[in-house]
């Protein structure tokens, strides 16, 4: 079976730091495409970053780029979120996902993931 669980959230002040962690089991860790996603309320869920664990490539939203780095421990089959700089508006549930990897590229839209994390809130104050 399949499992995907999230950690790290948390509520910290503008400007600081959190790590999420998603630890996975019930499948191939290198087989797959992890993702993290989030949605905050009232809004679409959105994609965050990505990651191949298997050649370590990655994706991240232009809204994250150069605060928040993807990175996995193949060993522990974890991947995590370090997210820096803070922001109200990163104020979510942060999801982790996983896809087979079926494609080249990896996909970044929240609609090409197969599972699911439960989620974990992230809030920042200003």
């Known amino acids: 079976e399949v499992q995907l669980v999230e950690s790290g959230g948390g509520l910290v002040p503008a400007g600081g730091s959190l790590r999420l962690s998603c630890a996975a089991s019930?499948?191939?860790?290198?087989?797959?495409?992890i993702g993290w996603f989030r949605q905050a309320p009232g809004k679409e869920r959105e994609g965050v970053s990505c990651?191949?664990?298997?050649?370590?490539?990655?994706y991240y939203a232009d809204s994250v780029k150069g605060r928040f780095t993807i990175s996995s421990d193949n060993a522990k089959n974890t991947v995590y979120l370090q997210m820096n700089s803070l922001k109200p508006e990163d104020t979510a549930v942060y999801y982790c996902?996983?896809?087979?990897?079926?494609?080249?590229?990896?996909?970044?839209?929240?609609?090409?993931?197969?599972?699911w994390g439960q989620g974990t809130q992230v809030t920042v104050s200003s």
């Open positions: 996902a996983a896809v087979f990897r079926r494609t080249y590229m990896i996909p970044t839209g929240w609609e090409d993931y197969d599972y």
């Open positions: 019930g499948f191939t860790f290198d087989d797959y495409y």
């Open positions: 990651i191949s664990s298997s050649d370590g490539s990655t």
